[in-house]
């Protein structure tokens, strides 16, 4: 049964604060949210261990050379990603890949099509270049069919993207996968058009700077 999964979740989080009515949609919104919050944070964890472990091995970045640093590597990631279909978007000093599903999987599929692969090795062949930064690789879905199998579907094919780019000969240490189905869309699921672009692989570059290294909050 649809949305049986949040809601679940959602019910569970009221009844235990106290209140068991039934959620209304306000409650229901803040319930996707902790959802969300959830995924993210334990990603986030995961990064913060990788972020650790990769610069004990490499060091950071000297805080006035992070703007020059990531400049070169957007540089050289949009060269060899134009015409690919995958968007470069910078964020301060990280950069995100969006890589829309229609190129990167077969429908209900987490394994990387074949016309694909060229494009995460051009990838590789970047991030090799600039060992100073982790990797965070967060897969989307649409809302069609069921929340757990879409929060399954999202996992497995943030982890193929990782598995590809590790063939590649990117450092496993630096990469963190989260699967955040179908709980953070670009724009709401109401046409055929707006769920192809949800249905997507997000990979963000962090910098790895002096102060995320060394101190740990």
Same mark, same amino acid.
């Given at each position: 049964m ?22 209304? $949609? ?6 996707? %949210? &902790?959802? /969300? +919050? @959830?995924?993210? *944070?334990? !990603?986030? #964890?995961? $990064? ?6 990769? %610069? &004990?091995? /490499? +060091? @950071?970045?000297? *805080?006035? !050379?992070? #703007? ?16 690919? *279909? ?18 990167t ?6 394994t ?84 192809s ?21």
């Amino acid at each position: 049964m649809k949305k049986v999964f949040a809601v679940g979740l959602i019910t569970a989080s009221l009844v235990a604060g106290g209140c068991a009515t039934s959620p209304n $949609n306000t409650q229901k919104g803040a319930g996707i %949210g &902790a959802v /969300v +919050g @959830a995924l993210l *944070g334990k !990603a986030t #964890g995961d $990064n913060d261990k990788s972020r650790y472990a990769w %610069g &004990a091995a /490499v +060091g @950071a970045i000297a *805080g006035g !050379a992070i #703007g020059n640093y990531m400049d070169k590597q957007e540089e050289e990631l949009r060269n060899e990603l134009s015409d690919t *279909g995958v968007q470069v978007v910078r964020e301060g000093d990280n950069l995100r890949l969006i890589m829309p599903g229609d190129i990167t999987f077969a429908t209900d599929s987490s394994t990387i099509s074949p016309n694909f692969n060229p494009v995460l090795q051009d990838v590789a062949n970047v991030v090799n270049n600039y060992e100073k930064t982790v990797l965070m690789i967060k897969g989307h879905t649409d809302d069609t069919g069921s929340e757990q199998y879409n929060q399954a579907l999202s996992e497995r094919r943030a982890s193929a993207v990782k598995n590809v780019l590790t063939n590649y000969s990117v450092n496993p240490t630096r990469i963190t996968t989260v699967g955040m189905g179908e709980y953070a869309p670009k724009v709401p699921n109401s046409s055929a058009a707006n769920r192809s672009m949800n249905r997507r692989v997000e990979l963000e570059i962090q910098p790895l700077t002096q102060f995320s290294f060394f101190c740990k909050s």
